[in-house]
């Protein structure tokens, strides 16, 4: 297995490089003859969704979704705690905080935590943050 950077992720996904878009999709198409698989990281995930909320794509919430859905869907793509990542998604597409927060909230109660504390009032009222206020 190999690890996926951000940006190899992003050109798949968007196509905006020709040159490099070509290079991804040899690459993928190589490794579904063979049966080879590729990592993405959490923190991949966080970039790909940073970035694609910003310029020049500017993608909304229900966009961003689809394409983290899109990627946990893929068999080529072996996610991170997959199973935390879907929850994670919930939560985003039914909140107003980013991705990586509730990733982060996730992390922090699969890791034992009673809570995470933020200042982030985006996530007041969210079950396992707490506001420090």
Excluded: H, K
Excluded at 19 to 33: G, H, I, M
Aim: with cysteine; hydrophobic share 45%; charged share 25%.
């Amino acid at each position: 297995m190999r690890g996926l950077d951000t940006n190899i992720l992003l050109r798949a996904l968007t196509a905006d490089d020709a040159a490099q878009s070509e290079l991804v999709r040899a690459l993928f198409a190589a490794a579904e003859r063979t049966g080879e698989r590729f990592f993405v990281s959490i923190i991949a995930l966080c970039e790909l969704t940073w970035t694609l909320r910003g310029r020049p794509y500017g993608l909304d919430r229900d966009a961003i979704g689809a394409v983290v859905e899109r990627i946990l869907g893929t068999s080529l793509l072996e996610v991170q705690d997959r199973g935390l990542v879907r929850r994670a998604l919930a939560e985003y597409q039914a909140g107003r905080a980013d991705l990586a927060d509730y990733l982060l909230g996730c992390q922090s109660l699969a890791a034992g935590c009673v809570d995470t504390v933020t200042f982030d009032r985006r996530l007041d009222g969210v079950a396992g943050f707490s506001l420090l206020a």
